[in-house]
């Protein structure tokens, strides 16, 4: 295999990852290559926002919100958007096109996630993709200041690898399975 293929079978994800996290800086070029994900008349239907520090707090105070939670369920909500000291919202932005369906550009911005978690993963970083039905949750879009044509796909949750940490490990598929041929 090729030194790409072997980066990309190599990949976990971590739910559990330590303090440290890329800065602005390095995530900028990081960006950049997730960007050329195929994109049908390039119309470029994603962003990514960064959360850092209090964002990260407004973030759990908006899941609270969106649950009408209280006690002890309050205060579990808060503290998921606290697991990491990075996270990047996958924001599908779709624009008006009669080539390229609404549907095409979520996948786009949904390949830049991936593409995004593999190049961060190769990078040294601990990543998982969080989603979940706070993705649709008003008082979480309100957070994010998303506009009526863009989509919240999930965070991105960054961090360091812990020492010794053999999370995410999964068996390889059989590509056989999926893999099908027509005569």
Not at 138 to 146: E, I, Q, S
């Amino acid at each position: 295999m090729s030194a790409l293929a072997d980066a990309v079978a190599a990949r976990r994800s971590y739910s559990r990852v330590t303090e440290a996290a890329p800065s602005h800086d390095e995530l900028l070029p990081l960006i950049a290559a997730a960007g050329r994900v195929a994109d049908h008349s390039s119309l470029h239907p994603w962003r990514v926002i960064e959360l850092r520090g209090s964002a990260r707090r407004r973030l759990g105070a908006a899941f609270v919100k969106d649950a009408r939670a209280s006690g002890s369920e309050a205060e579990k909500l808060a503290a998921k958007p606290l697991r990491s000291s990075l996270l990047l919202a996958i924001v599908a932005v779709r624009t008006a096109s009669d080539k390229v369906p609404g549907w095409e550009q979520d996948t786009v911005a949904s390949g830049v996630a991936h593409l995004l978690s593999l190049l961060l993963h190769d990078a040294g970083w601990g990543v998982i993709w969080r989603t979940g039905h706070q993705t649709r949750s008003k008082a979480v879009h309100t957070m994010h200041g998303l506009k009526k044509n863009e989509r919240l796909l999930g965070w991105l949750y960054v961090g360091g690898i812990p020492d010794g940490s053999k999370e995410g490990h999964r068996k390889a598929i059989d590509p056989e399975r999926y893999l099908t041929a027509l005569d």
